[in-house]
């Protein structure tokens, strides 16, 4: 079996956030925090919630790296990583109905 693919080696990062936004020096932080984990990879899967696709554990951590690196001063953050197999079980619910999960982009790596 080829392990480089196991959906227990793949990893998703997810950050969570909450930031503040009372002045326009919170709002510039933020909209920067935001634009820094795009321009990383990450998508919205939700308000505050960002999430990114990871072949390995190893590439999950330079991305946790960079995250804490970019973090404001003030405000909750936190980042989640698990395995595409958890990722997979997760049920998603809009107004409770259930909701099938959109096929996850395939995303270009170069090393």
Same mark, same amino acid.
Not at 13 to 42: H, I, Q, S, W
């Given at each position: 079996?080829?392990?480089?693919?196991?959906?227990?080696? /793949?990893?998703?990062? @997810?950050?969570?956030?909450? @930031?503040?936004?009372?002045?326009?020096?919170?709002?510039?932080?933020?909209?920067?925090?935001?634009?820094?984990?795009?321009?990383?990879?990450?998508?919205?899967?939700?308000?505050?919630?960002?999430?990114?696709?990871?072949?390995?554990?190893?590439?999950?951590?330079?991305? /946790?790296?960079?995250?804490?690196?970019?973090?404001?001063?003030?405000?909750?953050?936190?980042?989640?990583? /698990?395995?595409?197999?958890?990722?997979?079980?997760?049920? /998603?619910?809009?107004?409770?109905?259930?909701?099938?999960?959109?096929?996850?982009?395939?995303?270009?790596?170069?090393?």
């Amino acid at each position: 079996m080829d392990t480089r693919f196991s959906e227990y080696r /793949i990893m998703w990062v @997810l950050v969570l956030f909450d @930031l503040p936004t009372d002045t326009k020096k919170d709002r510039k932080e933020y909209a920067l925090f935001r634009k820094k984990l795009l321009m990383d990879g990450f998508t919205m899967f939700q308000f505050s919630i960002y999430l990114r696709h990871c072949p390995s554990a190893e590439n999950a951590d330079v991305h /946790i790296a960079r995250v804490k690196k970019w973090m404001p001063p003030f405000g909750k953050i936190g980042i989640l990583r /698990i395995t595409d197999k958890q990722f997979g079980d997760m049920q /998603i619910f809009d107004c409770c109905k259930e909701v099938l999960k959109d096929q996850p982009v395939q995303q270009l790596e170069l090393f």
